[in-house]
């Protein structure tokens, strides 16, 4: 039987009169990429924490591959790379001390330091430089290099992209690729929703410590059922007409164009009737609801799971 990478089950963490996690449970799956989104405070770096055997739960039960992460013996640490939200280095070591540094701590070879820094961006140049001198890009991406030592089966990484230019994000998210496809699981916290949408294989959001919905972008937009938005613009002089075959509300917005927002069962009904004569139709856009979008409705609509 495969067992979930990570595994809570009714999980509550107060912190005194503060209860941070109001009983959580999912699992993580082997390969699989999971966005944890929520507002501040909505409690993701604790579910982190939990994980990581940093604070123990006030109730429930964490199983990280198979292990207690808070008990004293928690042998599959080394497996474990995180990527905390702030990244706080001794500014005196160079990035190769630094990764051989956490490696010693980590208890796992620094034999590929120099490889983990070419693969996040920082040559033999920056390798050898003090961290003082690095720009904050520069320091995310040496905590990158350091949550991957000891080639992590279960990476915990929060707001990672802070700090990243849209180049170095997409190298960030091509590097998240190829570790998925070698079955590394990925938790990736963070405010970014739209760099998230074709990246996450799955989203679990959070509100004030509960779990207000979790599964795919699909599954939660046929849960929202949040209509789809189409654009569309005709040849001038096209004969148009508003459409028959659904009721939809058909808005100019400039000359020959009209938006409108469709029911996800009549969409294609309505496509179909919309683009009759194509040569008529000079521009058609279809938006699904955005990951913003659901996140908005969710958070309305209180808890929904898949
Ligand atoms: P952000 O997006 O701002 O990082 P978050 O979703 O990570 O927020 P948490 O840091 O997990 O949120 O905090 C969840 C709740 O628990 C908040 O109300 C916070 O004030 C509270 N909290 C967190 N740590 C402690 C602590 N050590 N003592 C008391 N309360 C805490």
Not at 155 to 161: A, G
Not at 198 to 226: K, M
Not at 290 to 299: E, K, P, V
């Amino acid at each position: 039987m495969m067992h979930p990478t990570v595994l809570l089950s009714g999980v509550v963490k107060r912190y005194g009169e503060v209860q941070a996690i109001k009983d959580i449970s999912f699992a993580l799956n082997e390969g699989e990429t999971v966005a944890l989104v929520g507002h501040n405070g909505a409690g993701k770096t604790t579910l982190i924490k939990l994980m990581l055997g940093l604070i123990r739960p006030s109730a429930g039960s964490i199983k990280v591959m198979g292990e207690d992460p808070s008990s004293g013996d928690f042998s599959v640490r080394q497996r474990l790379g995180y990527l905390p939200e702030s990244v706080a280095f001794h500014m005196a070591l160079t990035g190769r001390e630094t990764l051989a540094f956490y490696a010693r701590l980590k208890r796992v070879s620094p034999s590929n330091s120099m490889d983990l820094l070419e693969r996040v961006g920082l040559g033999a140049a920056a390798a050898d430089r003090p961290v003082r001198t690095y720009s904050k890009g520069m320091r995310q991406r040496l905590g990158l290099a350091q949550a991957l030592l000891g080639e992590p089966r279960l990476l915990l990484l929060d707001e990672p992209t802070s700090g990243l230019d849209p180049a170095l994000r997409r190298r960030f998210y091509d590097l998240l690729s190829e570790l998925r496809a070698k079955g590394t699981t990925i938790l990736l916290s963070s405010h970014a929703l739209t760099e998230l949408e074709d990246r996450a294989d799955r989203v679990l959001i959070v509100n004030d410590g509960v779990a207000i919905a979790d599964g795919t972008l699909d599954d939660l937009r046929a849960l929202a059922r949040l209509p789809t938005r189409v654009s569309v613009r005709f040849r001038h002089g096209a004969n148009i007409r508003s459409p028959k075959s659904v009721a939809v509300a058909w808005k100019p917005t400039a000359p020959e164009t009209f938006e409108f927002e469709v029911a996800m069962e009549d969409k294609i009904t309505l496509l179909k009737e919309v683009t009759a004569n194509p040569d008529d139709v000079v521009m058609l856009h279809v938006n699904e609801p955005s990951l913003d979008d659901l996140y908005a409705h969710f958070l309305n609509a209180g808890r929904a799971r898949v």
